[in-house]
């Protein structure tokens, strides 16, 4: 049998605690996640996103431009003149636009890293990149598919330079695309994580 003073004892006697959790403010000690090392891999994050959306935005304006380029001087005499077909001056139109849009944001983009100031703020910033990119890519998407059947037509009956040319713009426009389209996801990505406080 136990003795009842022993009993007593116990009663009295501390009961042992849990350790303190994780980032508790009254002992100190920091959560899993956060301090410096935190920050630091946060801002190498960003800085790569950055960096990332200026080199898809930098491919893109390449190819636009190329595409622009391309249709552009894509005139041979008669029938193998680009501005007589609809479809042609679409892709053309297009690759103007988009020659201008991502023109516009790699300026931006390299003022941006060269002067650490942003032109606009971060929230607008990232509607403006999300919808911009997409926009750009759905039109480029659209001018160089409604141009592919007219292409592919003609060059059932003859392949020429004429075909050639049309047919490297459009595919100059696809990978303008491509860029756009990647750009955009990170621009979605970036204007998911924002923080409204």
């Known amino acids: 049998m136990s003795d009842p ?14 350790p303190p959790a994780a980032g508790d403010t009254e002992s ?8 410096v090392g935190h920050i630091i891999r946060k801002w190498k994050r960003e800085d790569l996103l950055k960096r990332g959306s200026l080199g898809l935005r930098c491919i893109a304006l390449l190819f636009s ?11 041979h005499g008669d029938w193998k003149d680009f501005d007589r077909y609809e479809e042609y001056r679409y892709v053309l139109a297009i690759a103007i ?16 890293l060269s002067t650490s100031k942003e032109a606009f703020s971060r929230q607008n910033l990232a509607l403006l990149e999300f919808f911009g990119d997409q926009l750009m890519a759905y039109l480029l998407l659209s001018s160089a598919s409604s141009a592919v059947p007219l292409t592919n037509k003609m060059r059932e ?14 595919s100059m426009e696809f990978i303008a695309f491509l860029a756009l389209a990647v750009s955009a996801m990170i621009a979605g990505y970036k204007l998911s994580n924002q923080t409204y406080i």
């Open 157 to 170: 009956n003859n392949d020429n330079i004429f075909t050639d040319s049309s047919a490297s713009a459009i």
């Open 97 to 112: 636009l988009s020659t201008l849009y991502t023109g516009l944001q790699v300026m931006r983009q390299v003022h941006e």
């Open 65 to 75: 431009l190329l595409a622009f380029i391309i249709m552009a001087s894509n005139k």
């Open 28 to 35: 100190q000690t920091p959560a899993a996640g956060t301090g």
């Open 5 to 18: 003073n022993d009993q007593k004892a116990t009663v009295g006697a501390p009961i042992p605690t849990a």
